[in-house]
């Protein structure tokens, strides 16, 4: 097997990305820079190149074309326009599908049959829409979905309870946005429900500050890079050394003909299947509330 990956955009997202995959132990053995301007995809390659001595993996690296697409295990699209100060992931939908159409025709013309990886905002919508323009079979397109929302819920758990993160089992479903959740019924830490350790009005904080965390990032520093770079790569583990690892991806939902973030079984074959939470009554309502919004925002592309 090649374990080869493509990225497809060279902006924040999509260098964290690749500067993960270096630095962190992974199973990818060629990796593959695309991006609109290709005098900065050489550039990005080589300097990752010259870091390659002190990383704990051999990756050949390159800049490429989608001809690199053909024979690519999973190819990782980062590209398109980035959120802005005062904008939702929503207000990005008009101009990332005009992005992705143009983007993915070219993958598939050069006989891609790997897995797509979506990490583009509202990603979501993008990942329906992979699928959508694709023609790949529904458990072959994955979104980052909730993984990042699901990492900074247990790095919060953890700085409040003193458990590791590690230890913490929990999980951000529905839109990677602003009608996500916390199943807090779900959430244990060891075996223990995690009402033990913190009372309700700590858990209804810490859930605001996870959904709000990428709205306080990018006031800060203008983006959001190494948090998604990372959960990237513990997908991309997942899927090239079949890991049979459960994570927080976007996926697809027959019953309501979207994608959005659950717990799944990743793979080889991409998602194996989907975890099935025990919800609330309220929960179950706000699951409602968070498909409806997916609904309405894919209605709007049309």
């Known amino acids: 097997m090649k374990n080869k990956v493509v990225i497809i955009g060279t902006g924040n997202v999509g260098l964290s990305y690749a500067y993960a995959l270096i630095n962190q132990p992974s199973y990818v053995n060629e990796l593959v820079l695309i991006d609109i301007n290709q005098k900065r995809a050489i550039g990005e390659a080589m300097d990752l190149n010259h870091g390659m001595p002190f990383g704990p993996n051999h990756i050949l690296i390159k800049a490429g074309d989608y001809e690199d697409c053909q024979n690519a295990d999973i190819v990782c699209i980062c590209a ?3 959120q802005e100060v005062g ?3 929503l207000d990005l939908i008009n ?5 992705f159409a143009e983007v993915i025709r070219q993958v598939m013309e050069h006989g891609f049959k790997g897995i797509f990886l979506v990490a583009t905002n509202p990603v979501d919508i993008m990942t329906f829409y992979t699928w959508q323009l694709s023609g790949l079979a529904h458990n072959r397109v994955i979104g980052s979905g909730t993984t990042l929302d699901t990492a900074r819920l247990r790095y919060e758990l953890g700085q409040a309870t003193g458990i590791s993160p590690k230890n913490i089992h929990a999980y951000v479903i529905g839109e990677h946005g602003d009608s996500e959740f916390v199943p807090w019924s779900s959430v244990i830490a060891g075996a223990q429900p995690i009402t033990d350790f913190l009372a309700n009005d700590q858990l209804t904080t810490i859930e605001e500050r996870v959904r709000t965390a990428a709205y306080h990032i990018i006031n800060a520093k203008g983006n959001t890079s190494y ?3 990372m959960c990237l790569v513990k997908i991309t ?4 050394n079949d890991q049979n690892l459960i994570l ?3 996926c697809y939902d027959k019953i309501n003909n979207l994608y959005l973030g659950m717990p ?3 793979n080889r074959e991409g998602i194996k299947q989907k975890i099935k939470l025990t919800l609330t009554s309220s929960e179950e309502n706000k699951l409602t509330n968070s ?3 997916l609904k309405n925002a894919i209605n709007s592309t049309k």
């Open 264 to 266: 799944a079984i990743i």
């Open 237 to 240: 583990n997942a899927i090239l």
């Open 95 to 99: 101009k990332n599908c005009v992005v």
């Open 87 to 89: 904008e939702t992931r």
């Open 80 to 82: 398109g326009a980035n």
């Open 227 to 229: 948090g998604i770079g």
């Open 291 to 293: 498909i409806k919004t």
């Open 248 to 250: 927080s991806v976007s």
